[in-house]
């Protein structure tokens, strides 16, 4: 599309959240000269990847009134991806060797990210436009433009209005609990990966664990270095599936799916398996959900997740652009795709970049649709975009006139998701993808985004 001659125009803007896509989100609005007010109902910055010891009431999340604990992150979580892919463009993500309480690692721990994100939101004076504690109740249009209603932890409510409204509140805290055949009557104790967070509970008891994806591996070894066994369930193309793992603690098994759950305690799998298992721990995902947003019925979130409907991900067409969306997809650079979303949302809100019509937008959602089914992708994969996600970004990077994604960024994801299926006991220490570390910081060096030369980094960084 090209960018529209309209002159610019500066709009007054929500943003709900001020996790690593809200605050990016307000960065570009604000660089685009919008005004901004985001909304977070935490005390600080960072979403997700705040910590807490504490987990909800509800081990499974199912009842709706229950007090939400917003992370799902655990105490021994590490990035999942290299940290030189992960972070922001123009802020790279890079070791702080001025400060010994940071953690350099590749794969640094959680701490290590709030850190950076702390660190972006300081470099960018992001905080200055937030109000904390503060938790949005209802958005809905109104006359062409949006009312957002908020309260605060004093139990103030306050209405506003605000020309649009961006929703950037996460899609990690619902949990989605996998139906197992016969688990009303199963007599164990259940817990979703949500409310996780050490394996001191768990110890001396046998434990299965539903996925076997980053959480599912992760959380099933953390497990097993105090449990008496651990049984991962996973979906598998071959149901005889059956295999012990020597590492790291010679008591864990990986099985297919789970046939049935059985009164007597035992889970039967489909390999024909059976264990007495005292827990079962879903690493089954999260569903998105938006409690806080009335569009008269024009968007929901149908039984296989998709949320719809959608344009590219970010814009409801008959909403657009009052509304949109930042991080939706499921992918693996996060917060490159908050990035370079954020910045389509701030030219669309300014003029400078025009969207199709409403009728073109939804004529381009549909053949989308079209063309997952003709590939066989099953429905609720809709916002997993895999493979194809340097694709989407680069279009959207087209469209609103900024750098594409770097090709090493792409390739580092490929080959860190290869390792982690392949080694995933070492997958964080163990590399060999040197030339890539090496092209990703000689990339820093030449923007003019880091002060020590690359080699210093590749020297002292891990
Ligand atoms: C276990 C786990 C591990 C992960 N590991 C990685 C990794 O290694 N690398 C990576 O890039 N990504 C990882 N991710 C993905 C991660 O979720 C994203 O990277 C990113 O941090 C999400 O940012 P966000 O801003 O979209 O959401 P969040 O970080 O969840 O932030 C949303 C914010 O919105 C606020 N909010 C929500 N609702 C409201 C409301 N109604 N009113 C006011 N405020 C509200 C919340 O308080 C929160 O602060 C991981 C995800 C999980 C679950």
Known sequence: MAPAQNPIISRHVAVIGAGAA?????????????????????????????????????????????????????????????????????????????????????????????????????????????????????????????????????????????????????????????????????????????????????????????????????????????????????????????????????????????????????????????????????????????????TNGYMSIDEDNRVEPLYKHVFPPALAPGLSFVGLPAMGIQFVMFEIQSKWVAAVLSGRVTLPSQEKMMEDLIASYATLEALGVPKRHTHRLGKIQCKYLNWIAEECGCELVEPWRGQQVDRGYERLVSNPEHYRDEWDDDDLIEEAYEDFARKKLISSRPSHYLETGR
């Open 22 to 294: 809200g605050l990016v989100t307000a960065r570009e609005l604000r660089r685009e000269g919008h005004t901004v007010v985001v909304f977070d109902r935490e005390k600080h910055v960072g979403g997700l990847w705040i910590y807490s010891p504490k987990a909800e009431s509800d081990p499974l999340g199912l009842d709706p009134t229950r007090p939400i604990v917003h992370s799902s992150v655990y105490e021994s979580l590490r990035t999942n991806l290299p940290r030189e892919c992960m972070g922001f463009r123009d802020f790279p993500f890079v070791p702080r060797g001025d400060d010994v309480s940071r953690d350099p690692r590749r794969y640094p721990s959680h701490k290590e990210v709030l850190a950076y994100l702390r660190d972006f939101a300081r470099e960018f004076n992001i905080e200055e436009m937030i109000r904390f504690e503060t938790e949005v109740v209802r958005v809905e249009p109104v006359n062409e433009k949006w009312r957002v209603r908020s309260k605060n932890s004093g139990g103030f409510s306050d209405d506003e209005i605000f020309d649009n409204v961006v929703v950037c509140s996460g899609h990690y805290t619902e949990p989605n609990v996998a139906r197992v055949p016969g688990v009303k009557s199963w007599p164990g104790k259940q817990i979703h990966s949500h409310n996780y967070r050490v394996p001191g509970p768990f110890k001396n008891e046998v434990v299965v664990v539903i996925g076997n994806f980053a959480s599912g591996a992760d959380i099933s070894r953390d497990i097993a270095k105090v449990a008496k066994e651990v049984h991962i369930a996973s979906r598998s193309s071959d149901p005889a599936m059956y295999e012990k793992l020597s590492v790291p603690t010679n008591n864990l098994w990986t099985h297919s799916e789970i046939e049935t759950a059985c009164e007597d305690g035992s889970i039967v799998f489909k390999n024909g398996k059976v264990v007495y298992a005292d827990t079962i721990v879903y690493c089954t995902g999260y569903k998105y959900y938006f409690p806080f947003l009335e």
